[in-house]
C-alpha cells in the first residue's frame, strides 16, 4: 500500500519568514504529486501539480519540488503571510495499473502564520 | 465557471438511517471521484467514475456503500444502515480526462455526516 508522509504535523511562523513543508512517499512509480490547501470547514483547493517527468513547479511565492529517487516533495512558501495559514495536504498518484487516479494522501502539515 | 458543488453541505442521520450524498462535477469533465476524510486524517479513497462506468470501487469500505453516476454527470454516493464509524467529510471530486492524464482533480467542498 502506497503510504504518504508530512513532516511536520503543524508548524508556527511569523509573517514573512520563507518556509518548507515536507512530503514523502514509499512507491517509486509516481505518476504525478499534487499540493493542496484545505481550509476549515472547506474542500481542498489544488495548489500545484507536478509530473513525474518534472522537478518542480511555481506558482507565485509557492514552489513545489519532485525528487523521485528519494521519494522526496516539498512545498516551498516565500515571504509567509497570515491568508497562508490552512492546513496543507500531499497527495500522489501512482502508477500501479488499475489503481491509477485515486489520490493518496498524507495527514497534512497545519500551518499558522501570526502578524 | 461554477465548480465542484455538493449536497447537503451537513447530514446528521441515526445510526441505522440510509442516507444520501449529492455531487454535481464541473460540466463536462470526465472523471469523478469520492473520498472520505475522517477527522484529523488525509482523504481517503473511495471509488472513481469515468463518465457512468465504475472503474475502481475497491476503497469503498463495506457493501452498504453504493455509488451511482447513471448518465455521466451527477453522481450520488449511498450509505445504507449508518453506523457512527461512517461520521466523516465526503469528498467529491472531478477532473477533465481520464486519469491517464494525470490532472488536477478539482474537490467540492464536502458533505459532513454525523451519525448519532
Known amino acids: 500500500k502506497q503510504e504518504v508522509t508530512q513532516i511536520p504535523a503543524a508548524l508556527s511562523v511569523p509573517e514573512g519568514e520563507n518556509l518548507v513543508l515536507n512530503c514523502s512517499f514509499t512507491?517509486?512509480?509516481?505518476?504525478?504529486l499534487q499540493w493542496f490547501r484545505q481550509d476549515p470547514g472547506k474542500g481542498l483547493t489544488s495548489l500545484l501539480l507536478?509530473?513525474?517527468?518534472?522537478r518542480e513547479q511555481t506558482s507565485g511565492r509557492l514552489n513545489a519540488s519532485l525528487d523521485k529517487s528519494s521519494g522526496r516533495s516539498t512545498l516551498y512558501i516565500a515571504a509567509s503571510q497570515p491568508g497562508d495559514s490552512a492546513t496543507y495536504l500531499c497527495?500522489?498518484?501512482?502508477?500501479?495499473?488499475?489503481?491509477?487516479?485515486?489520490?493518496?494522501f498524507g495527514r497534512g502539515t497545519q500551518l499558522t502564520v501570526w502578524p | 465557471g461554477a465548480g465542484v458543488s455538493q449536497s447537503p453541505r451537513y447530514k446528521v442521520a441515526k445510526r441505522g438511517q440510509d442516507v444520501a450524498l449529492r455531487c454535481d462535477p464541473i460540466s463536462g469533465h470526465v472523471s469523478l471521484f469520492w473520498y472520505q476524510q475522517a477527522l484529523g486524517q488525509g482523504p481517503e479513497f473511495l471509488t472513481y467514475?469515468?463518465?457512468?462506468?465504475?472503474?475502481?470501487k475497491s476503497g469503498l469500505p463495506s457493501d452498504r456503500f453504493f455509488a451511482e453516476r447513471p448518465e455521466g454527470s451527477v453522481s450520488t454516493l449511498k450509505i445504507q444502515r449508518t453506523q457512527q464509524e461512517d461520521s466523516a467529510v465526503y469528498l467529491c471530486a472531478s477532473s477533465l480526462w481520464g486519469v491517464a492524464g494525470g490532472e488536477t482533480q478539482y474537490f467540492g467542498p464536502g458533505t459532513r455526516l454525523l451519525v448519532l
Open positions: 467514475f469515468q463518465n457512468e462506468a465504475q472503474l475502481d
Open positions: 507536478i509530473q513525474s517527468s518534472q
Open positions: 512507491d517509486s512509480a509516481i505518476y504525478n
Open positions: 497527495a500522489g498518484m501512482f502508477d500501479r495499473g488499475s489503481t491509477l487516479g485515486r489520490l493518496y
